[in-house]
């Protein structure tokens, strides 16, 4: 596939917004899936290529977090876990069917996160508090399939979900549940790609262009988030999730 100038500096500029907006809250798929299909990619293969950049900001925001000690290293592996076994489903079916079938779950999920937020700010704990584990918790299986099968679907929005798992129902402080966000999107995003490279879904030349830019974004955004109040990150949060639920009934 040729990609003139024009189109390298858009997928590089949407890649560095996604990794911006995924690392701090979720919906960067939004700049990206629109990005590539610019190009004139299909909406199935547009939505396999983007993997590439989610799994290389993932492996960027992992390394980041951990760099910082925001990763709970205890929890590294029964929390992505559930999220695997649901991007398997999710991924395949994908792989058949066009992902505007999910659409009512995305804006039903976001819509009730941003609700949340603005009504109800306990919802998301603060640093003090102790997060639960995983079997203390049984609903936070559930949430965190759930994310696994919409990620391995269609992705975009899928961080919504996760933090509703995360901070939620484990009580992670927003920091930590964006680090172990991040950990969840790597684990499920090796499976779903995996499916789509299968079905001949995934064009490497723009995928890496724009994995590139998710990178960047990704280790700038880090280094901010680490450092940043809950209050601020509530708010880009919740400005987020309507700029996303916007997006999803335009599009």
Known sequence: MQIDLLHFLLLVASGIAAGFVNT??????????????????????????NRIGV??????????????GKLDQSALLPIPLPTVTGSLLGSLVASYLPPDILKPVLLGTMLAMTLLVVLRPSTFPTTAEQPFAISDKPAANVWLFVAGVYGGFVQAGVGFILLTALAGVLRYDLVRANAMKMVCSLA????ALAIFLYFDQVRWMPGLILAAGNMLGTWITVRFAVKAKQSTIKWFLFVMTLCSCIAALIF
């Open 24 to 49: 701090m809250a979720g919906g960067g798929s939004v700049f990206t899936v629109p990005a590539l299909m610019l190009l004139g990619m299909p909406a199935d293969v547009a939505n396999g290529t």
């Open 55 to 68: 799994l290389m900001q993932s492996v960027a925001g992992v390394r980041g977090f951990r760099k910082y």
């Open 188 to 191: 499920f995003t090796l499976v």
